[in-house]
């Protein structure tokens, strides 16, 4: 990530991704005077897409947004849980939830592939389809190279049926979850909820004392998975994206 001012950078990873240039408002929240100086930013970068995670409690930058052009494409919930207390965590890995194999990617891949991700980039238009799924195919092979910690796999039968993957801070106190995924053949048997236990096991583990997780305000399922599995609300954002038309030569 670039970061050519204090109030907003260029995402390398994502703009790479997409095929043009997409950035981020480096804060949380945003007034007129600093909408109008990251929009002539934004013009002399060639920002194709802009993202601005709000603060649901910041009314006036609510305000802000809506009024210079920004659109409002989820509601960003995260979700948290202390390892201090007692938890009712697998004494072992079971059979079936066991650490993710470098031949097992293309199957991680596949599963990725038939689940339906109701996020901030498939239901934005200005985004194209086949880039948003191909987005956390990227993301799941990526953990598995190292960008997470862990990644555990569910079987059944021997073969692959969801994952999570398993992500510690620098200060390795505090983890966060990042996909979870079951394949949509065998959803509903509790697989789900199998998975994140095991990753708060690993995460207690680790010596980890907190673990976060973050999903959207319009996924119930996965919200009442984490509430099932003792997490609690700990903040809500507003994801709003801004388009620019961008100057061809």
């Not at 789900?192 to 236990?197: A, D, F």
Request: aromatic residues 10%; charged residues 25%.
């Amino acid at each position: 990530m670039t970061k050519p001012n204090t109030l907003a950078s260029i995402l390398d990873w994502d703009s790479t991704h997409f095929g043009f240039v997409v950035a981020r408002v480096t804060n949380e929240v945003l007034d007129p005077a600093e909408a109008g100086e990251i929009d002539a930013w934004a013009h002399a970068h060639q920002v194709r897409c802009l993202y601005f995670l709000c603060r649901a409690d910041q009314i006036e930058s609510i305000r802000t947004a809506e009024q210079t052009g920004y659109r409002l494409v989820d509601i960003r919930m995260t979700y948290e849980q202390s390892l201090q207390k007692a938890l009712p965590l697998p004494a072992v890995y079971t059979a079936d939830i066991r650490p993710s194999r470098a031949d097992e990617v293309s199957a991680l891949e596949d599963i990725t592939r038939t689940c339906q991700f109701e996020t901030r980039f498939s239901v934005d238009p200005g985004f194209p389809p086949e880039r948003s799924r191909e987005l956390y195919v990227t993301w799941v092979r990526k953990s598995c190279e190292g960008y997470a910690q862990q990644v555990l796999v569910a079987h059944l039968n021997g073969q692959p049926a969801g994952y999570i993957s398993c992500h510690l801070e620098d200060d390795e106190r505090r983890g966060s979850i990042g996909l979870v995924a079951v394949a949509s053949q065998v959803q509903g048997r509790g697989i789900g909820k199998k998975l994140v236990m095991s990753a708060l096991r690993w995460f207690r583990e680790q010596n980890a004392e907190t673990v976060s997780v973050v999903t959207q305000g319009r996924n119930l399922a996965s919200q009442r998975l984490y509430q099932a599995c003792g997490f609690l609300t700990r903040a809500v954002h507003l994801w709003y994206h801004k388009w620019y038309e961008v100057e061809t030569l």
